[in-house]
């Protein structure tokens, strides 16, 4: 239980294009999804926390316009990195807050990442 | 972003032996959580800790919400080599649901 899925796993784009990764909760509903960021050997840091129905919460430092999120459904959501350029590279986890029948844990499951290299 | 005090960053095992990681925070949590990440992939749930003073243990695993609050450890017992990876503490907030999470250990076999 409490699978969280991500596409694409990797990503190679050109500098100046628009990237768009997908965040699905298979097996639950999540109303409120969260997109992290992780540079090599580095922690998490949360971008933004996405609600559905609703306009996304950015972390302080984040750029709404460049990091597009969009959580059209309790089981998707959508970020997309506008006009990247090679500091944008990293890795992108989104997770989805949800009840596992498995664990019996209300909490954020996460999804196994999306490795994106902007040339 | 805020995160929390997590040691040690890293250490080398020997199969079977006993590994202790702990994490401290100056905020209080509601809830603690302890994640597993392998390299590529995303942090696994390995033990989600919701009472002070509360011990859960999942299989080798054992974590403890501290009493004040504001500080969690994590025992693995009798190490294997898949235990190899990086452990991470999250401290979750009541409001939003935010996790807030700590360094990382990163846990290395010995050569």
């Known amino acids: 239980g409490a699978v969280v899925s991500q596409h694409p796993s990797w990503v190679i784009c050109k500098s100046g294009t628009s990237v768009k990764i997908e965040c699905r909760s298979l097996?639950?509903?999540?109303?409120?999804m969260f997109w992290y960021r992780q540079f090599p050997k580095q922690s998490l840091m949360l971008m933004a926390t996405?609600?559905?129905?609703?306009?996304?919460?950015?972390e302080q430092g984040v750029e709404k316009d460049k990091f597009l999120i969009n959580h059209a459904s309790l089981t998707l959501s959508t970020l997309t990195v506008t006009s990247a350029h090679p500091e944008d590279s990293s890795f992108y986890i989104c997770?989805?807050?949800?009840?596992?029948?498995?664990?019996?844990?209300?909490?954020?499951?996460f999804g196994p990442g999306t490795r994106l290299t902007v040339l | 972003g805020q995160q929390l005090n997590q040691s040690p960053q890293s250490m080398f095992i020997q199969e079977g032996e006993d590994v202790s990681m702990n994490c401290t925070s100056s905020?209080?949590?509601?809830?603690w959580l302890w994640y597993k990440q392998d390299p590529g992939e995303g942090p696994v749930l390995l033990i989600a800790l919701y009472k002070a003073g509360e011990l859960t243990s999942n299989g080798r695993l054992t974590a403890q919400f501290g009493i004040t609050r504001k500080d969690s450890f994590l025992n693995i017992s009798a190490s294997i080599p898949s235990d190899v990876g990086i452990y991470f503490c999250?401290?979750?907030?009541?409001?939003?649901?935010?996790?807030?999470f700590g360094g990382g250990t990163r846990v290395l076999v010995k050569p």
């Open positions: 905020s209080i949590f509601n809830t």
């Open positions: 999250a401290g979750q907030s009541a409001a939003g649901n935010k996790l807030t």
């Open positions: 997770s989805a807050h949800g009840t596992s029948g498995g664990l019996g844990t209300d909490t954020q499951y």
């Open positions: 996405s609600n559905e129905g609703s306009k996304a919460t950015y």
């Open positions: 097996d639950f509903q999540a109303t409120t």
